[in-house]
């Protein structure tokens, strides 16, 4: 937890103490078209990368997925390990990152130790895992990051998953310029398109 540092302009709308995901959220709703973030040839403003995390944590939520249920992410650097990261956090998951130059009998070590019910992972690295290697991980909780026609039969694909999830934080409702979420009451300058 972190004090978020408000400008001098909202600062007599008190300062809040925040996780690593309401940076995020409070970030989407200061500057939404601002770039938060830049891979190779793709770029995602706040607003985008807070959606997408907000429709992750909905489909895991659906999913069945439950509070501090450990999720590994196995994947290279990319613009979605943000958006599972984040959507992680919202859904009260834990995520356990793997380093994705280990050896397939680390990799299965780490997803059993940590006792892991999810991965993702991102299809140029599907081969270094044998999912029967894994027994909490079922199969239909193996999602994969890839493009449809890439994605092994009888694995979930990433975009499909979150595919038709809600954008917008289910632990969120707006009244009188104030927002509430379950961690705390946390205020919405008065030019945000939240505050209007």
């Known amino acids: 937890m972190y004090i978020f540092p408000f400008s001098e302009r909202e600062r007599p709308h008190w300062e809040v103490v925040v996780n690593i995901a309401d940076g995020l959220r409070i970030n989407s709703w200061r500057d939404p078209q601002k770039i938060a973030a830049v891979f190779e040839d793709k770029r995602v403003t706040y607003a ?17 997925f439950e509070r501090q249920d450990k999720i ?6 990319n613009i979605e390990f943000l958006e599972i990261y984040q959507g992680l956090i919202r859904a009260a998951l834990i995520s356990v990152p793997i380093n994705f130059r280990l050896v397939q009998a680390e990799l299965e070590y780490i997803i059993n ?3 892991s019910v999810g991965l993702f992972i991102g299809i140029e690295l599907f081969e270094k895992i044998n999912p029967d290697n894994i027994p909490l991980v079922k199969k239909e ?6 493009s449809n026609e890439l994605t ?3 694995y979930r694909n990433y975009e499909d998953f979150i595919a038709g999830c809600p954008e917008m934080n289910r632990k969120m409702s707006i009244k009188k310029k104030t927002i ?4 705390g009451i946390h205020p919405v300058p008065p030019d945000s ?3 209007r």
């Open 180 to 183: 509430f979420s379950i961690s």
């Open 72 to 77: 590994s992410i196995l994947m290279y650097n």
């Open 141 to 146: 909780n193996i999602i994969v990051i890839s």
């Open 113 to 115: 130790n940590s006792d």
């Open 193 to 195: 398109p939240k505050g």
């Open 152 to 154: 092994p039969e009888g």
């Open 48 to 64: 985008e990368l807070n959606a997408r995390a907000n429709q992750l944590a909905h489909a895991m939520l659906k999913k069945g």
